[in-house]
């Protein structure tokens, strides 16, 4: 508690690290505008609209007049078609009772980490990571426990690595495919994680925002193997809807009522016309499947042309639309490195120190969510910068 004498200022809890991602994304979009030509590769956003289906729904809701408060948890028909999207895409049966429709997956992640953890609590999570985690976790109160995870478990959680902690533990967050390495774990080592945490009583958070978005095979979810995992999701990456501040969450039916009155009181209801609209995306899937197909095609390009302007070594890219970069040999201080070659080839990275506090410094993640002809423009400069 702040002394009485002391000046007013921000709290304690405020003070987290900045989200690298969005201030690179900040000072590229600052040279655009003072005439730079950028080539945006910092930021996890495809560079395609939502499908047609969502923007003409959309459109029929707005004139209808249909933007007026919802269920604190979101409409039913959105909750019941979640639920058939599970039955259809995983073959898993979902109550939709237990879909709590959100403000983005932040929200999701704010309201499960307040329903489901008490202060002081510790969550294991992998490094290199998504920053957002450990960040929601530190202003919430809560303890990150950071994983180092390498090669030899690609990037992602085990048991070997969850042991010396296990102890003291109370909860375990897991991305599969993951940011920013874009890694995903086998069906038997998902099990086993899940298994780990249950014999424990350690809550199981599986984030699939990147469900959809996988090249050799499909993701498998929580829920295929556990009832009681948290399972968050969103409407940004797979659906191409970032701006339309949409996701879900899946809880067990001991969470659902703590959610809703979270919900209730911290945003009211999820956005109206967002959630109309996105009842449409199931129908435009083969246009996002062939969002997926273009992200494949600038994955292949990339690898195959960024080791001829020196970056040689990247993690396993399964699925979202990233490429993990060990740049040891180039730089030791990846933020210096990654702002001289926006600075000397417009090209935008983000340094590994937003994913990774003890080794970020010699990594980088690329985003491939753009146009295949920026992508090839951005391998054209840095061989140029290069050689």
């Known amino acids: 508690m702040k002394s009485k004498n002391t ?33 945006h590769l910092e930021v996890g956003q495809p560079s ?57 997956s932040s929200g999701a992640f704010v309201m499960s980490f307040l329903a489901a953890f008490d202060a002081g609590d510790r969550i294991a999570l992998a490094e290199p990571g998504y920053p957002a985690y450990r960040n929601i976790m530190k202003a919430l109160g809560l303890v990150p426990v950071s994983l180092t995870a390498g090669e030899e478990t690609r990037y992602q959680p085990a048991p070997e690595l969850l042991e010396p902690v296990a102890a003291d533990l109370n909860g375990l967050l897991v991305a599969s495919p993951a940011n920013p390495t874009g890694t995903m774990m086998s069906t038997d080592d998902f099990r086993e994680l899940i298994n780990w945490c249950s014999a424990r009583n350690i809550w199981f958070v599986s984030d699939e925002i990147y469900h959809g978005i996988t090249y050799d095979r499909r993701a498998d979810t929580a829920l295929s193997f ?124 983000t340094p590994g120190t937003d994913f990774d506090l003890v080794s970020g410094h010699t990594s980088l993640r690329i985003s491939y969510a753009g146009a295949t002809e920026e992508l090839r423009e951005a391998v054209r400069r840095l061989q140029d910068w290069g050689s």
């Open 7 to 39: 000046k007013l200022g921000p709290s304690s809890r405020s003070d987290i690290a900045s989200f690298i991602a969005m201030d690179v994304m900040k000072l590229a979009n600052e040279r655009e505008a003072k005439g730079d030509n950028i080539v």
């Open 226 to 349: 556990s009832d009681d995992a948290i399972v968050i999701n969103s409407f940004s990456k797979y659906f191409s809807m970032t701006g339309w501040r949409l996701g879900w969450v899946i809880v067990p039916e001991v969470l659902v009522r703590p959610m809703e009155r979270l919900a209730q009181n911290l945003f009211i209801s999820p956005p109206t016309l967002s959630q109309h609209a996105a009842l449409a995306a199931f129908d435009g899937m083969d246009e996002l499947d062939e969002h997926v197909t273009r992200y494949q095609v600038n994955r292949d390009l990339l690898l195959k042309e960024l080791p001829k302007a020196g970056f040689q070594r990247f993690a396993p890219s399964d699925g979202a639309f990233y490429l993990y970069a060990d740049v040891s040999d180039l730089t030791q201080d990846s933020e210096e490195f990654c702002r001289r070659v926006m600075a000397e080839t417009g090209v935008a990275f």
């Open 48 to 104: 395609t609209s939502a499908p047609v289906t969502v923007l003409k729904a959309a459109q029929k809701a707005l004139a209808s007049d249909k933007i007026g408060y919802t269920e604190a948890h979101g409409i039913s028909q959105l909750r019941d078609r979640l639920a058939r999207h599970y039955n259809e895409y995983y073959r898993v049966n979902v109550d939709p009772g237990r879909i709590i429709i959100t403000a983005g």
